[in-house]
């Protein structure tokens, strides 16, 4: 998270948690976990279905990244959780901040 991240609403927050590389030289499996930071419930979950969108439409796409052609493509994404309302921890319990949680499969390919 970035010290300011109460400034910077909308917010999203995308960490690979877990995954294996099923065949290291072309294919890879990843976990991403998406936070998705807004000041209110509402605008926290539509952020968060608006990232879902983006994630399985750039997958469809078979997207890959124009400025980093060594990297692989996206090939296939499966929601496994959410997304789903968190209302925070210690560290952003905070009665203006809501914030949404989703997992995805990612599939990679190069």
Do not use: K
Not at 35 to 55: E, K
Request: net charge positive; glycine share 6%.
């Amino acid at each position: 998270m970035p010290n300011d991240w109460y400034d910077r609403f909308p917010l999203v927050v995308i960490r690979r948690s877990s995954g294996t590389a099923r065949v290291p030289a072309h294919l890879d499996a990843g976990v991403f976990t998406v936070h998705a930071f807004h000041s209110t419930r509402r605008d926290a979950s539509l952020l968060a279905r608006q990232v879902r969108a983006a994630l399985l439409a750039a997958c469809a796409e078979r997207f890959r990244s124009p400025t980093e052609p060594g990297n692989p493509g996206l090939s296939h994404a499966q929601e496994v959780t959410g997304p789903l309302y968190s209302p925070g921890d210690s560290q952003i319990a905070h009665p203006d901040v809501h914030r949404f949680v989703a997992s995805y499969m990612v599939y990679t390919h190069r």
